[in-house]
């Protein structure tokens, strides 16, 4: 403001690139913060749903899916009606 108003020519002073400097600085440091603060994806817990997701699930003769254990459980009681 003072420049302007002692009639300076703004174009050429060195404050300028000191500004343009510092406010690059707060640029690059706002985009290091958004990447330190990012979502990450948890492997161990996705390792963990997809072993379960594995392990847990079968298909029975209409391709539908269903746990062993419900499996075991019909097929001892189609053998006990029998």
Same mark, same amino acid.
């Not at 300076?8 to 300028?16: A, E, N, P, T």
């Not at 603060?37 to 948890?42: C, E, F, K, N, W």
């Given at each position: ?8 020519? &703004?174009?050429?002073?060195? @404050?300028?690139?000191? &500004? $343009? $400097? #510092?406010?690059?600085? &707060?640029? $690059?440091?706002?985009? @290091?913060?958004?990447? &330190?603060?990012?979502? *990450?994806?948890?492997? #161990?817990? +996705?390792? *963990?749903? @997809?072993? +379960?997701?594995?392990?847990?699930? +079968?298909?029975? =003769?209409?391709? %539908?899916? %269903? /746990?062993?254990?419900?499996? =075991? *459980?019909?097929? !001892?009681? #189609?053998? !006990? /009606?029998?």
């Amino acid at each position: 403001m003072y420049l302007k108003l002692s009639g300076s020519d &703004l174009s050429k002073h060195y @404050i300028l690139h000191d &500004l $343009r $400097r #510092a406010k690059d600085m &707060l640029a $690059r440091e706002k985009e @290091i913060n958004d990447l &330190l603060t990012a979502p *990450r994806l948890d492997i #161990a817990a +996705s390792k *963990r749903f @997809i072993a +379960s997701g594995m392990h847990t699930r +079968s298909t029975d =003769m209409d391709d %539908v899916m %269903v /746990t062993k254990e419900h499996k =075991m *459980r019909s097929s !001892t009681d #189609a053998s !006990t /009606t029998n």
